[in-house]
């Protein structure tokens, strides 16, 4: 018999969508080498067709990210079409990472924020 947990990330998956000029990811179950491949592949597909100039990722169930997923991930934030990245929500672990990844962009515009309403009010700010 399927426990609850895992049939939630049987059933779940995680989105990428272009929203209002912005690559949007909500990210609920975990990432590994094939995800990543994906989620890279999608994104980027959003800024090389000029969709969206900014990032808005959202960690608030995510649980991990394998080691080619963050590598992927340091990839797609170094696209120089992005000009802002706001990540938001995430326990403390998957925080940890994403601060590895962002470090390793050495991207200046990616912030943290605790809501994703703060998240968006800086993206849209000047």
């Not at 995680?14 to 690559?23: L, Y």
């Given at each position: 018999m399927i426990n609850a947990v895992e049939q939630d990330t049987k059933t779940l998956k995680?989105?990428?969508?272009?929203?209002?000029?912005?690559?949007v990811y909500r990210l609920v179950v975990p990432i590994d080498d094939r995800e990543g491949e994906r989620l890279y592949t999608e994104g980027k597909a959003f800024l090389d067709r000029k969709e969206a100039d900014r990032v808005i990722i959202d960690i608030r169930r995510s649980s991990d990210f394998s080691s080619a997923a963050r590598k992927r991930w340091v990839d797609f934030l170094r696209n120089p079409e992005i000009v802002k990245t706001a990540i938001f929500g995430g326990n403390t672990f998957v925080r940890t990472l994403a601060t590895f990844v962002i470090g390793a962009s050495q991207k200046k515009n990616i912030r943290f924020f605790a809501t994703e309403q703060e998240a968006l009010v800086w993206l849209h700010s000047s």
């Open positions: 995680n989105e990428v969508t272009c929203e209002k000029g912005m690559v």
